[in-house]
């Protein structure tokens, strides 16, 4: 894997550490399978659902796991079959997917129905870090403090 430097960047830009790292970090995809199959689709401005194709598994044998800024899903078979196989073509090995998530995006919840398990996720920023705009007050008291201000406006990012 090619490494990039990142160095000019980080001269104009303020906690973006860690986007960095994980650009640079070769480990993100180890261990990663492309099994099972899934599908990760934007269903509104600020909503998200990851489907995954989980054929042979029951509810009870799927977790799903949210942790800061990562969604785990695993599945773990309950126990081996006791039939013998002519052919087996629906995989019933053990499985760990990660997915990792922006700052501010949730799980809303999850389904599991005709093998599908679907994920929904919604992104809400708070308030605090919406794009808004900030007057520049005139100082005239001389103190070199603005004597007056205005409310701030809160904008919508394009």
């Not at 993100?28 to 598994?57: H, K």
């Not at 005139?138 to 409310?151: F, L, V």
Request: hydrophobic residues 35%.
């Amino acid at each position: 894997m090619r490494t990039y430097d990142f160095t000019p960047l980080w001269r104009s830009s303020i906690g973006f550490d860690r986007v960095f790292d994980l650009l640079n970090n070769p480990r993100i995809l180890e261990g990663q399978t492309d099994w099972p199959p899934y599908d990760i689709a934007r269903t509104g401005e600020d909503t998200y659902r990851i489907t995954l194709a989980l054929a042979g598994f029951s509810q009870d044998e799927i977790s799903i796991t949210a942790k800061q800024n990562l969604l785990t899903v695993a599945g773990q078979k309950a126990e081996a079959s006791k039939q013998e196989f002519l052919h087996q073509g629906i995989a019933a090995r053990p499985f760990e997917h990660k997915f990792s998530l922006e700052d501010h995006v949730e799980v809303q919840e999850a389904s599991f129905e005709n093998g599908l398990l679907q994920i929904d996720l919604v992104r809400r920023i708070p308030e605090a870090m919406k794009p808004r705009r900030i007057a520049i007050g005139s100082s005239g008291s001389g103190s070199g403090r603005p004597a007056r201000t205005k409310t701030v406006e809160h904008v919508r990012a394009a």
